[in-house]
Nanobody
Framework: VQLQASGGGLVQAGGSLRLSCAAS????????MGWYRQAPGKQRELVAI???????TYADSVKGRFTIYSSNAKTTVYLQMNSLKPEDTGVYSC??????????WGQGTQVTVSS
């Protein structure tokens, strides 16, 4: 499985961005996809995940502001980020989890929120 992330950039606080993660390869084995982020000097943390059945989970810090969803073919996962805050700054990476526990990572995309 290959993952290609895009959509990062620089935005002012209160603004919005949408990240995309396009997946290719053996998608039939993928049980969930998600977004993680890593801020400078901090550990990587989960932002949001979506299962193949459409169930979503969010970090408390982004609930009500971020929405994760997938394309109809479930080959692309999006992260709509609204009301962005400076503390949302970081490198955002997408991940796919297979039904047998294999993890796949895409390259990171930088999100910078200015105050």
């Amino acid at each position: 499985v290959q993952l290609q992330a895009s959509g990062g950039g620089l935005v002012q606080a209160g603004g919005s961005l949408r990240l995309s993660c396009a997946a290719s390869g053996s998608m039939s084995s993928i049980s969930a996809m998600g977004w993680y982020r890593q801020a400078p000097g901090k550990q990587r943390e989960l932002v949001a995940i979506i299962t193949s059945g459409g169930r979503t989970t969010y970090a408390d810090s982004v609930k009500g502001r971020f929405t994760i969803y997938s394309s109809n073919a479930k080959t692309t996962v999006y992260l709509q980020m609204n009301s962005l805050k400076p503390e949302d700054t970081g490198v955002y990476s997408c991940q796919a989890l297979s039904s047998v526990g294999s993890l796949y990572w895409g390259q990171g995309t930088q999100v910078t929120v200015s105050s």
